[in-house]
């Protein structure tokens, strides 16, 4: 299974003409690999995300996620898809305050019709992967920033998506726990056979990826060095 972006334009209004955000883009992620999107801020690396994540439609070009083109589907079926195939590991992780590590995971797999015991022990078995076994009955307020970003990713996985897409995930934390999380990020999706899209500003723990790629002004440019 892999992530394909073909020949993707996207453009957004701006006054009485078209800001060009992605401007012919191709992007293929295989299965069991990380690609890093770097660039700096305005280049498309969220765009290119958000169009990947088919949370915004392109306005040419197709996008094919685990074999599935989303041409012509509807706002539902784009949501059935989303909910089954892909894991988004957003910025913040935007726990629910109220519930424990392991009900964070449960209500992720409660949507998708999971029975409650199935759905504890998928969501106590990715705890422990993530190394938060110990932490399963604590609230988000119990947690550090690095804990918290490890309960997120959990969360994103817990209906085992074929494609993982994860935004800035080291922005809110120190150098050794932003490296912690971008190889936790490359050890899951080479175990899990996952297609990662990893988005980031930050250079300095591309080292473990698979592949980097560099965004400029909506051009993919290609691979790039990884430090």
């Known amino acids: ?14 006054g009485d003409e078209r800001l060009v955000a ?47 083109s989303t041409a012509g589907m509807s706002r539902g079926a784009l949501a059935d898809l989303r909910r089954k195939k892909i894991g988004i590991v957003f910025q913040q992780p ?38 938060l076994a110990d932490q399963a009955e604590r609230r988000p307020h119990q947690l550090s920033g690095g804990q918290r970003q490890r309960v997120n990713i959990a969360r994103a996985l817990m209906n085992e998506p074929p494609v993982l897409l994860v935004d800035e995930p080291t922005s809110a934390l120190d150098h050794d726990r932003g490296a912690e999380i971008v190889d936790l990020i490359v050890g899951l999706t080479h175990r899990q056979g996952t297609a990662t899209v990893l988005v980031t500003h930050d250079r300095a723990h591309l080292v473990a990826v698979d592949e980097v790629v560099e965004v400029a002004d909506g051009h993919v440019i290609g691979a790039c060095p990884r430090s």
């Open 94 to 131: 935007n726990l629910l305050p109220s519930l424990t590590a392991v009900e964070q995971l449960q209500v992720t797999a409660a949507i998708d019709g999971r029975s409650v015991s199935a759905a504890r022990s998928r969501a106590l078995a990715l705890l422990d992967t993530v190394g």
């Open 22 to 68: 992605l401007d012919r883009v191709t992007l293929d992620v295989e299965a069991g690999n990380v690609t890093a999107v770097v660039g700096p801020s305005g280049s498309g690396k969220s765009s290119l995300l958000a169009v990947a994540a088919t949370l915004i439609a392109p306005d040419s070009g197709t996008v094919t996620v685990a074999g599935t």
């Open 1 to 14: 299974m892999s992530l394909n972006l073909t020949d993707v334009t996207l453009t957004y209004p701006d």
